[in-house]
């Protein structure tokens, strides 16, 4: 099993360029997550998914949309990137919703955008 | 809602001595508390957690405590190791009944084990 699996590793954009952070993970998990992470702030939730169709809104949401069309990918989209979603995006995942269900993470996408 | 502190951003032991990272949290309804451990250019991962039935939790080298009265938590590493060297994520939730997206992170911890 690969686990989860984030593409890209890195990016960088410039102000107004669109990009799509692709997340696979095949374990089976309902649950799929979106995080980014900076410097000061740890892990902040931007959407997630319970399952294949359905999304819904995190912590900090503004700028992004997702799409959760098969069960096993969840994809994080940039509409017009600005220099503030510069950061570290992680994805993740679980089987079930509980919170007693741990969170299997991708490696991280660094995404630079100037 | 919850709001997770961690403290101190930054640590560095020598290796063999033990490092203690403490967390405090604000909801008092908050009864599951896991713990992420992010190695230099890798991904979180779970490491150890506590559910406020208990007071402490250890497994190996490791151990947490909880204090529910006070609100806050604590990861104790003892006989620290080069490999313990990574960034260390606190997390609070009301556990079972809520879901991950109630996970609330504190702001992390980088620990440099000095050999």
């Known amino acids: 099993n690969a686990g989860v699996t984030q593409t890209p590793k890195f990016r960088v954009l410039k102000t107004g360029q669109s990009m799509t952070l692709l997340c696979a993970q095949d374990?089976?998990?309902?649950?799929m997550y979106w995080y980014r992470q900076d410097p000061g702030m740890g892990l902040r939730l931007i959407h997630y998914?319970?399952?294949?169709?359905?999304?819904a809104k995190g912590e900090v949401p503004d700028g992004y949309n997702v799409s959760r069309l098969k069960k096993q990918n969840f994809l994080l989209g940039l509409e017009s990137a600005a220099p503030s979603q510069t950061s570290v995006y992680f994805c993740?995942?679980?089987?079930?919703?509980?919170?007693?269900?741990?969170?299997?993470f991708g490696s991280g996408t660094q995404l630079s955008v100037l | 809602g919850e709001n997770v502190e961690q403290h101190p951003s930054t640590l560095s032991v020598q290796e063999g001595d033990s490092a203690v990272i403490k967390c405090t949290y604000s909801?008092?309804?908050?009864?599951?508390f896991p713990w992420y451990k992010q190695e230099l250019g890798k991904r979180p991962q779970l490491i150890i957690d506590?559910?406020?039935?208990?007071g402490e939790k250890k497994d190996q080298r490791i151990a947490v405590t909880l204090n529910k009265t006070a609100k806050h938590f604590s990861l104790h590493i003892t006989e620290t190791q080069p490999e313990d060297s990574a960034v260390y994520f606190c997390?609070?939730?009301?556990?079972?009944?809520?879901?991950?997206?109630?996970?609330?992170f504190g702001t992390g911890t980088r620990l440099t084990i000095i050999p």
């Open positions: 993740a995942s679980s089987y079930g919703r509980s919170t007693n269900e741990k969170l299997f």
């Open positions: 998914s319970v399952g294949e169709g359905t999304t």
């Open positions: 506590i559910r406020s039935n208990v």
């Open positions: 997390a609070a939730s009301r556990g079972r009944n809520f879901g991950n997206e109630k996970l609330t």
């Open positions: 909801d008092s309804a908050s009864n599951y």
């Open positions: 374990m089976n998990h309902e649950y």
